[in-house]
C-alpha cells in the first residue's frame, strides 16, 4: 500500500458538518464520520449550495408535474429542475476525475436521496417514490460505484461491512484499470 493515495468517498456535506442545510444548519453525522473516517479520505458536496442557493434558503421538494418529477421551492413554487440537472450532470463529470471508491448520499434529501425520496403530487400525502435529482445523475454516470444513504449505514452493520467491502473492490479495479 506504500504510495498509494488514500481512499476517497464522496458525501453529502451535511453529513460532515458543512452549514448547507435550507435552515443554514448541518446533520453532522458522527457515528459515521467516526467509522468512515478510519478508512476514507472524504470528498464533500452540497448540490444546492454548489448550485448557487443561499443558506438559509427557501425549502425545495420534489414534485410531479405533468408526469415528470421536478423539484421546486415549496413556498414559491419557482422550479429548478434544469438548474439542479444541468449542474449536477457537470458535478459529476468533474467527480469522475477525483478518484472516488464511493459515495454517501444524505437520506431523503430532493438533491441527494438516493431511495424513497418524498414526491408530492396533486394531494397533500406524498409518496415516498423518489430519487434526488443529483442521487440520480450520479447513479446514472457512476453505475458500479458503490453508493448509500447515511441512515441505512448507521442502521444496518452488515450493510456497512458490504459497503466498505465494496470501496475497496472499487478502488482496486480503478487500479487495475489504471496500470
Not at 47 to 73: C, H, S, Y
Request: contains cysteine; charged residues 30%; glycine residues 10%.
Amino acid at each position: 500500500m506504500a504510495g498509494r493515495s488514500p481512499i476517497r468517498v464522496g458525501i453529502s456535506a451535511c453529513l460532515v458538518g458543512q452549514p448547507v442545510r435550507y435552515d443554514g444548519g448541518h446533520k453532522r453525522d458522527a457515528f459515521l464520520l467516526d467509522w468512515l473516517g478510519r478508512f476514507a479520505e472524504l470528498v464533500p458536496v452540497c448540490p444546492e449550495v454548489e448550485l448557487g442557493l443561499g443558506t438559509p434558503r427557501g425549502t425545495l421538494r420534489l414534485e410531479l408535474r405533468a408526469g415528470e418529477i421536478r423539484m421546486v421551492f415549496a413556498q414559491t413554487r419557482e422550479d429548478i429542475t434544469e438548474r439542479m440537472r444541468d449542474w449536477s450532470a457537470r458535478r459529476v463529470e468533474r467527480l469522475a476525475r477525483e478518484g472516488l471508491s464511493g459515495f454517501v448520499l444524505k437520506k431523503s434529501s430532493p438533491s441527494c436521496g438516493l431511495h424513497q425520496v418524498k414526491v408530492h403530487g396533486d394531494t397533500d400525502a406524498p409518496t415516498p417514490s423518489g430519487r434526488g435529482l443529483f442521487a440520480q445523475a450520479l447513479h446514472e454516470r457512476f453505475r458500479a460505484l458503490p453508493i448509500e444513504e447515511e441512515g441505512s449505514l448507521q442502521e444496518d452493520a452488515a450493510l456497512r461491512e458490504d459497503f466498505l467491502e465494496r470501496v475497496y473492490a472499487y478502488r482496486e479495479r480503478m487500479l487495475r484499470d489504471r496500470r
